[in-house]
């Protein structure tokens, strides 16, 4: 999600100010309120909430969506990646037929944020290594998510919390492609193709672009678009955009979508109306989410191996994983052994002066 400039500066101070309320925004939104209803928060939780395989839990789920009060891990970028193009797959647009960009630099636009992504995503795979000992089980300080997860700038030293915020920035930029590019969409029919109503592709999720796991230069088909985006976002574009497709003449950010079911009305976008423009978005928004899940989970188990990952996985997605995802760790297992010999010695107690009484 990129945004205006005044949106920009109430996002710095919404982190310093204890989320004080931000103005209007472009993007999938995070906030609600200034034409945006919390939309990347309802489509993680569309894609990855319970019940579900390997779904997450209420309250990790929370801090990887947004609960409302906070922005969730899925809305860091908004916070301190609010003028990286790559980190919401911006300023990769073109046009066939005498353009003002190539086709080369768009697709080294995508190619950019893909990689950026890939980042992110690989993060997320290492992080996960603090969630066990060396032998496989639970670190209890390194997954409980009491009082809440801060940035990692901040020093967050969780490996949960840590790894949770890679992986949401990787799901933000995937959602922000959907919303941003021409991959899911349709042009509107009752107007000539040009830089306010680029051709869309009109293709389904996954995205081939988006392979996280990847190490080659991506599959970039010749008319993907993504908007070029200045704090002036218009159209007809203006500044480094003039006659340029913009963000403001492609996205589909904004509109409301159920949480649950994932459902999207109410498109708040002129491309988000053409159509079903708005719901194609979202959708693919949501299967990638889901996919991006599942390529994580596969990567945990190359990186990591069956067994180690498996807990890896329970410790990512439960509330309470020391309970529940078995391996407690030597720390927490001592806990319970000493918790269980103060048990024995007070009934031993109890018992000795019962009969010293009698």
Known sequence: MRRRAGAAVLVCLLAAAALAPPAPAAGFGTIEGGGQHREHEHITRAALACPGHDCLEPATLGRL?????????????????????????????????????????????????VEHLRGR??????????????????????????????????????????ALEEFGRALHGVQDFYAHSSWADEADPARPIGPDNPPGLNLPAPSSVLDLRGTGAPSVPPDLATGCFVLHDAVPGVGVCERRITHAALNKDNGLIDAATGEATEPGTPRGRVGTNFAKAVTGAVVESRHQWRELRDALRDEYGERRASVMVCALTHDDPPSDCGG??????????????????????????GRQAG
Do not use: N
């Not at 193009?85 to 636009?109: K, S």
């Not at 407690?328 to 031993?348: E, P």
């Open 121 to 162: 995503f690989r993060a997320a795979v290492r992080d996960a290594a603090g969630l066990l000992d060396e032998h496989g089980r639970i670190l209890p300080d390194e997954v409980f998510l009491d009082g809440g997860c801060a940035p990692a700038e901040q020093g967050e030293p969780r490996a949960k919390c840590t």
């Open 328 to 353: 407690a760790s030597d720390r927490t297992m001592i806990a319970s052994f000493v918790m269980f010999a103060l048990f024995l010695a007070v009934i031993g107690l109890s018992s000795w002066r």
């Open 65 to 113: 969506a947004g609960d409302g009060r906070g922005f969730g891990a899925v809305g860091s970028p908004d916070l301190t990646e609010v003028s990286v193009p790559a980190a919401h797959c911006d300023d990769a647009d073109f046009l066939a037929g005498g353009y003002p960009r190539t086709r080369g630099q768009a697709t080294a636009a995508v190619t950019a944020c």
